[in-house]
């Protein structure tokens, strides 16, 4: 697709984001020969920068970029020309006049035409202020050129705050200017889900509740909160990472096959999703909800603290450091299937992964004993670390009689190793440069995500619920496991 000659201005340029991820990310781009022609990043933040200081901050310092065995300085320095910085009141409306005036002389001496991305790489509490001030200075006009807001999470605290956010930016912004940003849709193989369903014949006839006796999604962590102590105090795993990144997994499993693969259509099932969602009851929560906090403990020999004792959190908090959720979906193909998703900080490993798992054979016909001879079959789509598919199903054992073993056939992304993998900022800044939102979360799907977990919320802020302590480095509270009922059945525990 072509890329517009344009300008990606990052509010909070001097931040970690920008550092760690989002100047990398047009670094690649840059070396891969996807920006435009005409092409200008302007980083703006409240620090005293000269243009040369910050190249020096964001490029030629910047550990995330210059790993020497890759990048070249011949590139450095050229990548390190496309680099600007304005030095901005962001709280300050008026003071956006001086970046309209920056934008126009770069829009003049590097033919950038008039087309800007905003990404908004601050705290929430900004993303009203600065979306007034660049339409109170015209920048957010698609007539002589084309304007798009970049947002990063979290898009709201609750579904209050988060329709005001939608409600406030589009006084400002059209809908379609809107780009959400979650960053796993831009990991390659949650956009492999859409494909596996709907590339391949052998999966689809059985994707409904017929054939599908659950469906699992565990994205675990290793590490604890680290630095983030006090953003995640006010936050907690069910607005850091269900709200949004397991909801997408959960919407790119469950959704119908979309009229077209173009941004509305897809987004249009996704939607459909999330007001399936069977809505709690505060007793649905109590049972089908479970929320855990790490405590510490010694992991491999090495004394981690615990939650409460981290740097920036409350030594009385009652935040979530895990979450677990069983829920249906209410629809004619879901109906009757639990979903179960977990997710949480210092478990024994990283990880995420979506487990489909299918109905045992009505009929036994190779044991009495029905978990001997007619394991469930499982279709694992392993979405970090070792990218890749695995599905397990029974095989002959070799000898007398039929014993039957289930043996895995596994694809390994690895195994493609003359592919380049982009990393998900990367795509995503790429799809918003080229006006495509496919991978971004429409503000529709965002408040009807919130509307399902705001009872959760309601419930634990009224203590209606317990909050279990967890020690780190296990795999979350014990009580996590009466969630998943049945005889024999439990938790898929990846290694
Ligand atoms: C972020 C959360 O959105 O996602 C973090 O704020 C979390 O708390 C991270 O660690 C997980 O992302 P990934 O790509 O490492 O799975």
């Known amino acids: 697709k072509k890329t517009d000659d344009q300008v990606l201005v990052i509010f909070g340029g001097s931040g970690d984001l920008t550092k760690r991820k989002l100047i990398p990310a047009v670094f690649n781009l840059f070396k891969g020969g996807?920006?435009?022609?005409?092409?200008?990043?302007?980083?703006?933040?409240?620090?005293?920068?000269?243009?040369?200081?910050?190249?020096?901050?964001?490029?030629?310092?910047?550990?995330?970029?210059?790993?020497?065995?890759?990048?070249?300085?011949?590139?450095?320095?050229?990548?390190?020309?496309?680099?600007?910085?304005?030095?901005?009141?962001?709280?300050?409306?008026?003071?956006y006049a001086t970046l309209k005036e920056r934008l126009r002389a770069l829009d003049e001496e590097k033919a950038t035409c008039h087309n800007y991305i905003f990404y908004l790489s601050t705290p929430p509490s900004l993303y009203e202020v600065i979306a007034e001030g660049l339409a109170a200075n015209g920048l957010n006009s698609q007539k002589n050129g084309w304007s798009r807001l970049i947002v990063e999470k979290p898009f709201g605290y609750d579904l209050e705050s988060a329709r005001h956010l939608n409600?406030?930016?589009?006084k400002f912004f059209e809908e379609d200017q809107i780009y959400r940003i979650d960053h796993y849709l831009g990991k390659e193989t949650v956009q492999n889900m859409?494909?596996?369903?709907?590339?391949?014949?052998?999966f689809e006839p059985l994707w409904n509740r017929n054939y599908i006796h659950r469906v699992e999604i565990t994205a675990a962590e290793s590490v604890g909160v680290e630095k983030r102590g006090g953003y995640y105090d006010s936050s907690g795993a069910l607005r850091d990472m269900v709200q949004n990144h397991l909801f997408q997994l959960v919407a790119l499993v469950a959704m119908e096959p979309p009229v077209k693969?173009?941004?509305?259509?897809?987004?249009?099932?996704?939607?459909?999703?999330?007001?399936?969602?069977?809505?709690?009851?505060?007793?649905?929560?109590?049972?089908?909800?479970?929320?855990?906090?790490y405590t510490a403990s010694t992991i491999r020999g090495e004394k981690v603290p615990g939650y409460r004792e981290e740097e920036g959190v409350d030594p009385n908090s009652k935040t979530e450091t895990y979450a677990a959720l069983k829920f249906y979906i209410d629809n004619w193909r879901w109906a009757g299937v639990p979903f179960y998703i977990r997710t949480g900080k210092r478990l024994p490993t990283r990880v995420t992964e979506v487990v489909i798992h299918f109905k045992p054979n009505h009929h036994h016909l190779?044991?009495?004993?029905?978990?001997?001879?007619?394991p469930?079959?499982?279709?694992?789509?392993?979405?970090?670390?070792?990218?890749?598919?695995?599905?397990?199903?029974?095989?002959?054992?070799?000898?007398?009689?039929?014993?039957?073993?289930?043996?895995?056939?596994?694809?390994?992304?690895?195994?493609?190793?003359?592919?380049?993998?982009?990393?998900?900022?990367?795509?995503?800044?790429?799809d918003c440069m080229q006006g495509d939102a496919t991978l971004y979360a429409r503000g529709d799907s965002t408040e009807a995500a919130w509307e399902f977990i705001d009872p959760i919320l309601k419930a634990w802020a009224n203590d209606e619920v317990p909050i279990y302590g967890y020690p780190s480095g296990t795999w979350g509270p014990e009580n996590a496991d009466s969630l998943i009922e049945g005889d024999k059945m439990t938790w898929r525990y990846p290694c």
């Open 34 to 95: 996807f920006l435009a022609e005409c092409y200008a990043v302007v980083g703006v933040g409240r620090t005293a920068y000269s243009d040369e200081e910050y190249r020096q901050s964001v490029v030629f310092e910047n550990e995330h970029l210059t790993d020497k065995n890759k990048v070249s300085q011949d590139d450095l320095n050229a990548f390190s020309k496309l680099i600007h910085y304005q030095s901005l009141d962001t709280k300050n409306k008026e003071a």
């Open 167 to 170: 409600q406030h930016l589009r």
């Open 194 to 202: 859409f494909v596996t369903r709907f590339a391949n014949s052998i």
């Open 261 to 293: 693969a173009d941004a509305e259509s897809i987004r249009n099932e996704k939607l459909k999703v999330f007001q399936s969602l069977r809505p709690y009851t505060t007793e649905d929560i109590a049972k089908n909800v479970i929320r855990g906090q």
């Open 366 to 374: 190779f044991s009495a004993n029905p978990h001997l001879a007619n």
């Open 376 to 430: 469930q079959n499982t279709l694992v789509l392993r979405i970090q670390p070792n990218e890749g598919i695995l599905l397990k199903f029974a095989m002959k054992i070799p000898g007398a009689g039929y014993n039957t073993e289930h043996v895995n056939m596994d694809f390994h992304y690895d195994d493609l190793s003359n592919v380049y993998v982009p990393d998900a900022y990367e795509r995503l800044i790429l």
